[in-house]
C-alpha cells in the first residue's frame, strides 16, 4: 500500500543578505533573525517525513515572488508558491500573468496580502481589492487570507462575493490562544465555514498560545472548532515554519498537529495532512 503524501501547506524561506524582514523586531523574535534556506527546511522535513511544501510570502516587495518561483523550480520539495502583488492596481491581472511567465512559474499556485496590518476592517471589500480578487480567481490561483478575528466578517463577505475564488485561512484568523478564549473567534469562524469556498489551515496556533508553557491541551478546543467547522477534507496542516520555532520544534509541530488530528479516520487524516492541500492548490498538475 502505497504512503499518502506528507504536504506542509505553509512555510516560509529568507534571506537576510537579500532582503530584510522588516517584520522582525524585538527580543522575542531575536530568534528569527538569521536566514533560513530551503536546505535548512529540507533537513526538517527529511527527518520528519514530508514530501512536499507551499512557501508563502512575507513581505509586500514585489521582487520576493519571483524568488520564491525560482526556488521552486530548482526545488524537490517545494510544490507550490503564494507570492505577492499589489491587488489595488489597475494592471493586477498582468502583473499575475507575468509571474506566471517566469521561470518556476508553473509553481504560482496562490496569492497572499498581509491584511492583518490593514487598519481597515473592512479592506478586504474595497472596491479596488475586489477588482484584484476577481483577478486572482480569473488566473485560476487561490487567495490565503492571513487576518485577525474581527476580519473574519469582512473575508466572510469577500468569499460569498467571490464564490468563484477559492479563500484559504492562514492560522486559523490567529483565535487568541493564549488567553484560552475561543469566543467570538469561533462564531465568526463557523460563519466564515459555512460558504463552500473556504479552507482553512491547521497553522499557527502554537504562536498563538504561550511559547514556553503551551500543551496540547490548550490548543484542542481551536483545533476542534477548525475539524467540526471545515472538516477535514477543507483543513490543511501547515507548520508555519521558521516562526512555529519561536514554540517548538518543527517535528514537535507536525507531531502536535497529528495528535490534534488523532480522533480522525485514517482517509481523513490523509485528507488533512496532504489531500487537502493537493486538492486546493492543485500542486504537481
Known amino acids: 500500500m502505497n504512503t499518502p503524501p506528507v504536504v506542509d ?3 516560509h524561506l ?3 543578505a537579500v532582503r530584510d524582514q522588516d517584520w522582525i523586531t524585538g527580543p522575542a523574535l531575536a530568534p528569527l533573525r538569521r536566514t533560513f534556506s530551503e536546505s535548512d527546511l529540507r533537513t526538517e522535513t527529511d527527518a520528519s517525513g514530508v514530501t512536499a511544501t507551499v512557501l508563502v510570502q512575507t513581505v509586500t ?9 525560482s526556488v521552486a523550480r530548482d526545488s524537490g520539495l517545494v510544490a507550490g508558491v503564494v507570492g505577492w502583488t499589489d491587488l489595488t492596481a489597475p ?4 502583473a499575475l500573468a507575468a509571474l506566471r511567465a517566469l521561470p518556476g512559474g508553473e509553481h504560482l499556485v496562490g496569492m497572499r496580502h498581509q491584511v492583518q496590518s490593514e487598519p481597515d476592517p473592512a479592506w478586504l471589500l474595497r472596491p479596488d481589492v475586489r477588482r484584484g480578487l476577481k483577478a486572482v480567481a480569473d488566473a485560476d490561483l487561490a487567495y490565503d ?8 466578517p469582512a473575508a466572510g463577505a469577500a468569499a460569498a462575493a467571490l464564490p468563484e475564488l477559492t479563500f484559504v485561512l492562514d ?6 490562544v493564549a488567553t484560552g478564549h475561543v469566543e467570538p473567534w469561533a462564531t465568526h469562524l463557523r460563519a466564515f465555514a459555512r460558504l463552500p469556498n473556504t479552507v482553512c489551515k491547521l497553522s499557527g496556533l502554537l504562536t498563538e498560545a504561550d511559547w514556553h ?6 490548543l484542542r478546543p481551536y483545533a476542534d472548532t477548525l475539524l467540526d467547522a471545515f472538516g477535514p477534507y477543507r483543513l490543511m496542516f501547515g507548520s508555519d515554519w521558521p516562526v512555529c520555532t519561536l514554540a517548538a520544534s518543527y517535528a514537535r509541530t507536525l507531531a502536535t498537529a497529528t495528535e490534534l488530528a488523532d480522533a ?3 482517509p481523513e487524516r490523509a485528507a488533512v495532512f496532504g489531500g487537502t492541500a493537493m486538492d486546493t492548490y492543485r500542486l504537481g498538475e
Open 9 to 11: 501547506a505553509h512555510h
Open 14 to 16: 529568507w534571506d537576510l
Open 61 to 69: 516587495v514585489p521582487e520576493e515572488t519571483p524568488e520564491m518561483l
Open 91 to 94: 494592471d493586477v491581472a498582468a
Open 145 to 152: 487570507l492571513v487576518i485577525l478575528p474581527h476580519q473574519l
Open 171 to 176: 492560522h486559523a484568523a490567529k483565535p487568541p
Open 213 to 218: 508553557t503551551w500543551t496540547v491541551r490548550d
Open 264 to 266: 480522525l479516520s485514517p
